[in-house]
């Protein structure tokens, strides 16, 4: 599947609390959490992340375990989060949400805020169709490949009761 | 073949004599636990998939902290939401406001978490049982819902980093400052995806409520868990519960890096915003007003943390431009205070005294910032926004650095006082 979105570029170490405040976890109704993503560091980006690709530096999604999280990037409208690396509860959310993922150095460093970029999610290709740049993500490991391939973690969780019979 | 600690309970509960460094493996969980904020997405998960039941009634903990007692209506449906879940699914192990208190301080007292253990949470800061001697990490609330249908959960195998520590630490200096001194020296993604354990004679000069703190805060260099040795400190914490599994570095090749910290040249630490990593020595900073202090969460708010506070509080009155909060982070904590004589102390002193709950830590009630206000915390992070206003700003630091902050109302080391 390609995907085709605009660039909005952000430092490294963004942390949970940034991208959805403590503040609005009073409920977990994404349209409600969509509303408040990143404003404490990108005033508008309600209104710019619609089909955005949000592209980070290193250790993306660190801070408190919340969920709420991927879920207010993707109901906010953002297509992918490209980051050097993730924090490991942000990153093990994102593949269970369903919120696309590519950790990528290269995509980091050289793409910049309003690049417009192809992602090609299935081989980890991304392509700056301003300058012709192409890069490649890291390939989940397989055990993920397995979760995303099962439609995600819960039908997994479905198919070991089925198996054992719990 | 030599593992760590970690590896040693992960492997314990895949069934398997010997784990290797990043293999996945398919583990059990003895405790399965998520708070008010958590539980609704879990519950959710398991009804959408059609989970009629739980795995185990008994090894799941519910835990309502987070803006308990309820703060407006929106915080009050998702706690009624979890309540109906544990009459429905008849979880014995729920807290509420009255028998709650902060879920990581909680769960270690009541002896639901504990040595040999391996425990997921949805919530960061699980990692805070690895001072018993247990595998704990946080996760997500897809994550829980996946253990709370299982009773298990999916692990890559870390690597590890093994601290040292040597030798007694001086009069102010307690866990919270070996632990911000070891973040400041990693930064906050030095462990990342890894296990932080930590050893040596350091670690006997060390009560379990300091213990307790630096486990808490290994989330804060990215860890996956935190782990310390236990020792005879640590089977008489346990004794009213269980007996302890004993819990010991065995061979130093399995540590990807070794550091030895000695304890006797630390001084008391604070971590500048916004950033737990940003740190520097409490007497090295000068005329950093303070507008609120808060004392308490899940990392710094139990009976020694008061017990500290209330040596530098007592007789003492809290500078006027300095709110001070103190928050006992469970019901018996707060109990033990009070028959210590310690909450009168506090009161006389002018501080506020609130029931157990999260409260300021995440910025949810009980002490939010206004714009251009500071506050030092003991809590563990101070993220922009973190305490409320983005332009707010939270230093973090031990219950004395904290303490004696709200008599100066600035920044000083408690020496000065
Ligand atoms: S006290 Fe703070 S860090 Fe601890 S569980 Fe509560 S919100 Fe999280």
């Not at chain 1, 990528?104 to 992602?119: F, I, M």
């Amino acid at each position: 599947m390609k995907l085709t979105g605009k660039v909005i570029k952000c430092s490294d170490n963004i942390d949970t609390d940034v991208i959805i405040p403590a503040r609005y976890l009073n409920t977990s109704k994404e349209e409600e959490l969509a509303a408040h993503c990143m404003e404490d560091l990108i005033a508008n980006f309600s209104e710019i992340a619609r089909g955005a690709i949000l592209v980070a530096g290193k250790n993306f999604g660190c801070g408190s375990s919340r969920e709420h999280a991927p879920a207010a990037l993707r109901a906010s409208g953002i297509i992918c989060v490209i980051a050097e690396d993730f924090a490991r509860i942000f990153y093990r959310n994102a593949i269970n949400i369903g919120l696309p993922i590519l950790e990528c150095l290269e995509a980091v460093v050289y793409c910049s805020d309003g690049d417009t970029l192809e992602l090609e999610l299935s081989e980890g290709t991304i392509h700056n169709i301003m300058n012709g740049d192409i890069f490649h993500a890291v390939p989940f490991p397989g055990f993920i490949q397995e979760i995303i391939s099962e439609g995600g973690l819960m039908n997994m969780a479905r198919k070991c009761t089925e198996v054992e019979g719990i | 073949m030599s593992m760590t600690m970690t590896q040693k309970i992960i492997a314990a509960h895949c069934g398997r004599e010997n784990v290797r460094v990043g293999e996945i493996v398919m583990a059990s969980t003895d405790m399965v636990l998520a708070n008010d904020i958590t539980a609704p997405i879990a519950i959710r998960e398991l009804k959408n998939y059609g989970f009629g039941q739980v795995f185990d009634r008994e090894k799941i903990a519910l835990v309502m902290d987070h803006f308990t007692p309820c703060k407006d209506i929106k915080s009050a449906e998702q706690c009624a939401e979890t309540r109906r879940f544990t009459v429905e699914q008849n979880i014995r192990h729920f807290y509420d406001s009255g028998e709650a208190g902060i879920e990581h301080a909680l769960l270690p007292e009541k002896g639901l978490v504990g040595s040999g253990d391996l425990i997921v949470g949805a919530d960061s800061h699980t990692c805070t049982y690895g001072a018993l001697g247990a595998f704990s990490t946080g996760m997500g609330s897809t994550d829980i819902a996946f253990s709370m249908a299982t009773g298990k959960t999916w692990l890559k195998i870390p690597s590890a980093l093994l601290f040292i520590l040597k030798n007694k630490p001086g009069k102010w200096v307690c866990g919270k400052d070996i632990i911000l001194h070891i973040i400041g020296m990693l930064g906050t993604d030095g462990a990342r995806y890894k296990s932080m354990e930590f050893c040596g004679d350091g670690l006997k000069q060390l009560s379990m409520d300091d213990r307790f703190t630096i486990a808490n805060m290994t989330i804060e260099a990215g860890a996956k868990n935190g782990i310390l040795e236990t020792d005879n400190q640590t089977v008489e914490y346990e004794k009213p519960h269980r007996n302890t599994i004993p819990c010991k570095v065995s061979v130093s090749e399995a540590y990807e890096s070794i550091y030895e910290i000695d304890l006797s040249t630390l001084r008391p630490v604070v971590a500048k915003p916004h950033s737990p990593a940003n740190i520097c020595y409490a007497d090295e900073l000068e005329d950093i007003k303070i507008n609120q202090v808060v004392i308490g969460s899940c990392t710094n708010g139990r009976l020694s943390d008061l017990v500290t506070a209330a040596e530098i509080l007592r007789e003492r009155h809290v500078h006027r431009h300095c709110r001070t909060i103190i928050i006992p982070a469970t019901q018996k904590i707060y109990l033990d205070a009070l028959r210590l004589g310690l909450i009168e102390t506090f009161i006389e002193a002018g501080c506020v005294v609130s029931t157990p709950t999260c409260g300021p830590c995440l910025g949810g009630h009980m002490g939010v910032l206004a714009k251009g206000e500071r506050a030092i915390s003991t809590t563990n992070r101070n993220f922009i926004g973190r305490m409320g206003h983005p332009e707010s700003e939270v230093f973090l630091a031990s219950p004395a650095v904290a303490a004696a902050a709200a008599i100066a109302g600035k920044i000083v080391p408690p020496d000065n006082i």
